[in-house]
């Protein structure tokens, strides 16, 4: 049992980081740099038959969020911590401003209009959240269920009023975010287990429900094995899951809209409907092998000027990439994503405090998720979520946040780095 419950202390006993791994924070800074000047060429060329671009206000955002960037870096995480309730606060009514006169397009109401500029409050609320939940679980202890209220109560807040908008890419960044803090600050394995059966369930009630009759005495047999009072928490995780999957073709119904229920199942084969909801899948498959292994050569996509996908410099932009970059572009930016998140774990290891180990370890689990998720929506392998691709997709309230997000991640990795000094 012990050894499937990571506590924080464990991570921060690890050692320091040597002399040799000390002056390692430029890939902090070269990596997001590269990957939003890449991400606006490839704007340019998707858009280069546009007579008003996108890729200069891309590129403006982008150097507004490296000198933000800069700026947070050289402050203390910790002065935040005294600012968490207000931030948090005003996160939430900003959502619920978008809610009452928000600005709508694509079918989602999604972005507040301030001065004429567009501004996403959902992605700040990432941030937000990721912020107000080290601050909690920095004092937290999983020593019993109760303990986990607090937290789901602070992402279930800004979860339902996104999810609602309806954007369902971004409401399911919150939940990974949630289960790798909490996993990181010492939840036992079988209760974050626990926490995503209700996704299996769902999945099996629709796909495969002979599979309920052995999955669902397992989840009973892991809450009797981790929770207290054995018996009645194993009887009441049982009908919980008993109840998700009754309740889901109900919800499959009535609770999604026909284009998410498309973008959930038509990845699967998107033949079935080429010219509706499988058409952006296609089309992305399309693109990214037609780039072969060198690719077509940047500003130089066919699939890309002719615009065979609609909003191709938001979710789809690594389609672009893999025909104007083939093979070999898309894995260096596989690559550069991988070192980035390695080295953000690895400050997260060595981090002064709990809580900026939890700040970075957020962060790190947002840009994985946003990554994993858009990558393999663009090859075909996951659901249509409306994810983008970190600093490369177009999105100026999104490139900002993960900009201000790596101001935050440098500012803890100079703050360890002084501390190793010291010793």
Same mark, same amino acid.
């Given at each position: 049992?012990?050894?499937?419950?990571?506590?924080?202390?464990?991570?921060?006993?690890?050692? *320091?980081?040597?002399? +040799?791994?000390?002056? !390692?924070?430029? @890939? =902090?800074?070269? &990596?997001?740099?590269? #990957? /939003?000047?890449?991400?606006?060429?490839?704007?340019?060329?998707?858009?280069?038959?546009?007579?008003?671009?996108?890729?200069?206000?891309?590129?403006?955002?982008?150097?507004?969020?490296?000198?933000?960037?800069?700026?947070?870096?050289?402050?203390?995480?910790?002065?935040? *911590?005294?600012?968490? +309730?207000?931030?948090? !606060?005003?996160? @939430? =009514?900003?959502? &619920?401003?978008?809610? #009452? /006169?928000?600005?709508?397009?694509?079918?989602?109401?999604?972005?507040?209009?301030?001065?004429?500029?567009?501004?996403?409050?959902?992605?700040?609320?990432?941030?937000?959240?990721?912020?107000?939940?080290?601050?909690?679980?920095?004092?937290?202890?999983?020593?019993?269920?109760?303990?986990?209220?607090?937290?789901?109560?602070?992402?279930? @807040?800004?979860?339902?009023?996104?999810?609602?908008?309806?954007?369902?890419?971004?409401?399911?960044?919150?939940?990974?975010?949630?289960?790798?803090?909490?996993?990181?600050?010492?939840?036992?394995?079988?209760?974050?287990?626990?926490?995503?059966?209700?996704?299996?369930?769902?999945?099996?009630?629709?796909?495969?429900?002979?599979?309920?009759?052995?999955?669902?005495?397992?989840?009973?047999?892991?809450?009797?094995?981790?929770?207290?009072?054995?018996?009645?928490?194993?009887?009441?995780?049982?009908?919980?899951?008993?109840?998700?999957?009754?309740?889901?073709?109900?919800?499959?119904?009535?609770?999604?809209?026909?284009?998410?229920?498309?973008?959930?199942?038509?990845?699967?084969?998107?033949?079935?409907?080429?010219?509706?909801?499988?058409?952006?899948?296609?089309?992305?498959?399309?693109?990214?092998?037609?780039?072969?292994?060198?690719?077509?050569?940047?500003?130089?996509?066919?699939?890309?000027?002719?615009?065979?996908?609609?909003?191709?410099?938001?979710?789809?932009?690594?389609?672009?990439?893999?025909?104007?970059?083939?093979?070999?572009?898309?894995?260096?930016?596989?690559?550069?994503?991988?070192?980035?998140?390695?080295?953000?774990?690895?400050?997260?290891?060595?981090?002064?405090?709990?809580?900026?180990?939890?700040?970075?370890?957020?962060?790190?689990?947002?840009?994985?998720?946003?990554?994993?998720?858009?990558?393999?929506?663009?090859?075909?392998?996951?659901?249509?979520?409306?994810?983008?691709?970190?600093?490369?997709?177009?999105?100026?309230?999104?490139?900002?946040?993960?900009?201000?997000?790596?101001?935050?991640?440098?500012?803890?990795?100079?703050?360890?780095?002084?501390?190793?000094?010291?010793?």
């Amino acid at each position: 049992m012990k050894n499937l419950i990571i506590t924080r202390n464990s991570f921060l006993r690890r050692k *320091r980081p040597n002399k +040799s791994f000390k002056d !390692f924070n430029f @890939i =902090l800074w070269i &990596i997001p740099s590269i #990957l /939003f000047l890449l991400g606006g060429i490839l704007i340019a060329s998707i858009q280069r038959q546009v007579e008003l671009s996108n890729w200069n206000p891309h590129l403006i955002t982008g150097l507004i969020g490296i000198a933000i960037a800069f700026f947070v870096a050289q402050s203390p995480v910790d002065l935040i *911590r005294k600012y968490l +309730s207000p931030i948090y !606060f005003l996160t @939430i =009514l900003s959502l &619920i401003a978008v809610l #009452l /006169f928000g600005t709508e397009a694509f079918g989602a109401q999604r972005w507040l209009s301030i001065g004429g500029i567009n501004i996403q409050p959902s992605e700040i609320a990432k941030l937000t959240s990721i912020l107000v939940l080290a601050g909690i679980l920095d004092r937290n202890e999983f020593d019993n269920p109760s303990k986990l209220i607090k937290p789901l109560l602070v992402i279930f @807040i800004p979860w339902i009023l996104v999810f609602i908008q309806p954007d369902l890419g971004t409401s399911l960044v919150f939940g990974a975010v949630l289960l790798v803090m909490m996993y990181w600050s010492g939840m036992p394995f079988e209760w974050g287990l626990i926490f995503l059966s209700g996704i299996f369930t769902a999945i099996f009630s629709g796909v495969f429900k002979i599979i309920l009759f052995l999955w669902i005495p397992f989840l009973g047999f892991l809450a009797y094995r981790s929770l207290p009072k054995k018996r009645l928490i194993s009887l009441l995780v049982m009908l919980s899951q008993i109840a998700i999957a009754w309740m889901t073709p109900w919800l499959w119904t009535y609770a999604l809209q026909d284009y998410q229920k498309d973008r959930l199942t038509l990845f699967l084969d998107p033949g079935k409907d080429p010219l509706g909801g499988g058409y952006h899948l296609i089309q992305s498959q399309i693109g990214i092998g037609s780039g072969h292994l060198l690719g077509t050569g940047l500003l130089q996509g066919q699939l890309t000027r002719l615009n065979f996908i609609p909003e191709q410099h938001t979710d789809f932009i690594f389609s672009a990439l893999g025909e104007e970059t083939g093979f070999l572009g898309t894995i260096f930016v596989v690559v550069s994503f991988s070192l980035l998140i390695l080295r953000l774990l690895a400050i997260a290891r060595t981090a002064r405090t709990d809580f900026e180990s939890l700040v970075v370890v957020g962060i790190a689990s947002m840009f994985m998720f946003q990554v994993i998720v858009n990558v393999f929506m663009n090859i075909g392998l996951g659901p249509v979520t409306g994810i983008p691709l970190p600093f490369m997709s177009y999105g100026r309230t999104a490139l900002i946040v993960n900009f201000i997000s790596i101001g935050l991640c440098i500012s803890v990795a100079r703050r360890s780095l002084s501390l190793s000094k010291s010793l």
